[in-house]
């Protein structure tokens, strides 16, 4: 199974909004609204940030947004914040092997 | 409160076998799914595998199948992960995660593994 494709980077300026792109299959992202995504901060672990495509755990602000399109889930933030500098990953859930994959990762600058 | 405790930095030379373990509380540990990533030094996350601790039931990334054995102990609410031969390209941070609604929601701190002769 591959990885699934993101940006390497995606910039913006405080108080902007971002996007960020995940582009699978139909045997991941299309076939399922199995998607997640994750902020690491260097040194850490990383973070949920949102789970089912579009879904918040408590705690995460109401800055970060999900959605999903065909075989294309986006993760949003909007309000960009100096903290939100930091990578960003999606994953899937994948039938190919009834399990899950990454995404290739984004570094998100705050300009 | 849920905290994944995983065992300490491990340096070990290639060909040495090794296992680190992963020690769930604060939830009911039988109950969720269990997964295993790998972070190679200045690289992305790799999705390696997960257990289901109630049953054992554990499923592999084709890249990690036959290179790695997942496992776990739910009398003591810990799994882990181990290897046979070590490798200079195992490397890495890795980190456990529980699994909620398919997202990995609660992280360990990582263990770092570093292999070299």
């Known amino acids: 199974q591959s990885a699934l494709t993101q940006p390497a980077s995606v910039s913006g300026s405080p108080g902007q909004s971002i996007t960020i792109s995940c582009t699978g299959t139909?045997?991941?992202?299309?076939?399922?609204?199995?998607v997640s995504w994750y902020q690491q901060h260097p040194g850490k672990a990383p973070k949920l940030m949102i789970y089912?495509?579009?879904n918040r755990p408590s705690g995460v602000s109401n800055r970060f947004s999900g959605s999903k399109s065909g075989n294309t889930a986006s993760l949003t933030i909007s309000g960009l914040q100096a903290e939100d500098e930091a990578d960003y990953y999606c994953?899937?859930?994948?039938?190919?092997?009834?399990?899950?994959?990454f995404g290739t990762g984004t570094k998100v600058t705050v300009l | 409160e849920v905290q994944l405790v995983q065992s300490g930095a491990e340096v070990k030379k290639p060909g040495e076998s090794l296992k680190i373990s992963c020690k769930g509380s604060g939830y009911s540990f039988t109950s969720y799914w269990i997964g295993w990533v790998r972070q190679m030094p200045g690289k992305g996350l790799e999705w390696m595998g997960i257990?289901?601790?109630?049953?054992?039931?554990?499923r592999y990334s084709p890249s990690f199948q036959g290179q790695v054995t997942i496992s776990a102990d739910k009398s003591i609410s810990t799994a882990y992960l181990q290897w046979s031969s070590l490798k200079a390209s195992d490397t890495a941070m890795y980190y456990c995660?529980?699994?909620?609604?398919?997202?990995?929601?609660?992280w360990g701190q990582g263990t770092l593994v570093t292999v070299s002769s």
């Open positions: 089912e495509v579009s």
């Open positions: 995660a529980r699994m909620e609604r398919y997202g990995l929601d609660y």
């Open positions: 139909s045997s991941d992202v299309g076939g399922y609204n199995y």
């Open positions: 994953s899937s859930y994948t039938s190919s092997s009834s399990n899950y994959v």
């Open positions: 257990i289901y601790p109630g049953d054992s039931d554990t």
